[in-house]
């Protein structure tokens, strides 16, 4: 499960470049940034509270 929050953030990560990067969209499109990001660190606090 945590390696879950992991690949969702990696996701949401390519996604956001390839929206910034390809497409130059607006400001909203940062909210996947923040959304990987928080993935990113909920993995992080489940694996430190299974160990």
Not at 22 to 48: D, N, R
Request: glycine share 12%; no cysteine.
């Amino acid at each position: 499960m945590r390696h879950l929050f992991y690949i969702v953030a990696f996701i949401f990560i390519i996604g956001w470049l390839v929206g910034v990067l390809g497409f130059h969209t607006g400001g909203a499109f940062h909210l996947l940034l923040v959304v990987a990001i928080v993935a990113a660190l909920l993995g992080l606090m489940q694996e430190k509270t299974v160990h």
